[in-house]
């Protein structure tokens, strides 16, 4: 049985005034069944561990470097996000392959060193809006995950099925669209990883989730929660959409 995960990406979002989103988002999910991850800024990452102790909710980092240290100014190791606190990592975010030229292979490189670390790495991926137009959405998921894993099947594994268009949109697949997706990914992840392994990764859908829609992508089979940028910044929206997750069961 996969516990469900609500993940809170926000991106670059967020001052030392916005950590009492969090409280508020506490006071109002004190005991969630799923599991929660907050992903803040780089600048935030200590402030919100302070603020998470003592309390069911995660602290993740949205990205890390391949080394766990070195002359690599401005990045962050795997091995500091943990030590600030962090148990997962954002890896191969849409925007992080667009703004910064990820690949699917430095994508598996940092997911290797966020385990090496400790961290449990969610793997985004997800076809953009030529590549669903031209009928191709399933074999770019299946190209994107192949090239995204890193090696193992022995340690925690979370994917996220993000449509690139539907990020920021407002847009989102139909739950049919969502299902086939998400069963392809499984069906995809057991090839790489042997059934038992796969059955055991946790899958999210990512784009544009808000409380109004989240009860119908959690109904969607094969899907494990949400990665939700815009609505994690709100505490009421984040809070609905965890209650929505812990009311799909
Ligand atoms: P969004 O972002 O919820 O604002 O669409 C999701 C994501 O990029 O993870």
Not at 15 to 21: F, G, I, T
Not at 132 to 145: A, F, K, P, Y
Not at 188 to 206: C, D, E, K, S
Request: hydrophobic fraction near 50%.
């Amino acid at each position: 049985m996969r516990q469900k995960l609500a993940a809170g990406n926000w991106k670059m979002h967020g001052l030392a005034a916005d950590l009492a989103a969090i409280d508020a988002l506490r006071a109002a999910n004190p005991a969630p069944a799923c599991e929660v991850v907050i992903c803040p800024p780089a600048t935030l990452l200590a402030r919100m561990a302070e603020r998470l102790k003592r309390s069911p909710y995660c602290l993740g980092g949205q990205d890390c470097h391949v080394a766990a240290k070195g002359a690599h100014t401005g990045d962050i190791a795997a091995t500091m996000l943990a030590d600030a606190g962090a148990s997962f990592v954002i890896l191969g975010h849409s925007e992080r392959r667009a703004d910064h030229g990820e690949t699917s292979a430095v994508v598996a490189a940092k997911a290797r060193a966020a385990r090496a670390a400790g961290l449990v790495p969610i793997i985004c991926i997800g076809e953009t809006e030529a590549e669903r137009d031209g009928g191709r959405t399933l074999q770019v998921l299946s190209d994107q995950l192949a090239t995204s894993l890193p090696d193992g099947t022995d340690a925690p594994l979370v994917v996220a099925y993000e449509p690139v268009w539907a990020i920021g949109t407002g847009r989102t697949p139909s739950p049919a669209q969502i299902a086939e997706a998400h069963g392809h990914l499984r069906s995809q992840l057991a090839r790489h990883l042997g059934a038992g392994p796969a059955a055991a990764v946790r899958l999210l859908y990512g784009g544009s989730v808000k409380p109004a829609n989240a009860a119908a992508i959690f109904a969607v089979a094969e899907v494990d929660g949400a990665l939700v940028g815009g609505a994690s910044l709100a505490a009421a929206d984040f809070g609905a959409i965890i209650a929505s997750l812990d009311a799909a069961g």
